[in-house]
């Protein structure tokens, strides 16, 4: 029945709402697009999009990254226009969001707690285990 099958479709964009399939594509153009900068800038040679966060209107869009390199801010900021018309083109949207760009701190503590691990394994090989 057609019926059952629009209500089928419904209930799944309510699962998984248009601004959450838009951040997931926004996060795949900026991918492609910071793969394609980045051979021109070394500061983003280890530069990860974590995530991206579109507000509703479209205005606006928080994307998230990983860095290992210093300077990787600035270069994204520096490169944002032509991030932006990466969206531009791979997109069909009313407007393209302007972007601003945040450290995933999720990945930052996850590094910092690895770097923090591997210490405390390396003072254990060398003898100084604790209740010896």
């Not at 040679?45 to 801010?73: H, K, N, Q």
Request: negative net charge; charged residues 35%; glycine residues 10%.
């Amino acid at each position: 029945m057609p019926g059952g099958n629009r209500r089928g479709r419904s209930s799944h964009t309510r699962r998984y709402p248009r601004t959450a399939r838009l951040n997931e594509v926004l996060r795949e153009i900026l991918a492609e697009g910071l793969e394609h900068i980045s051979g021109n800038d070394d500061r983003l040679d280890l530069v990860t999009i974590t995530g991206v966060e579109c507000d509703p209107d479209l205005r606006a869009a928080t994307v998230f990254y990983s860095a290992r390199t210093e300077g990787a801010e600035e270069a994204l900021q520096q490169h944002r226009v032509k991030l932006q018309s990466f969206i531009a083109k791979e997109t069909r949207l009313k407007r393209t969001p302007q972007l601003s760009f945040v450290v995933d701190s999720g990945v930052t503590t996850g590094w910092r707690i690895e770097e923090l691990l591997k210490g405390l394994e390396d003072r254990d090989e060398s003898g100084d285990e604790r209740g010896s």
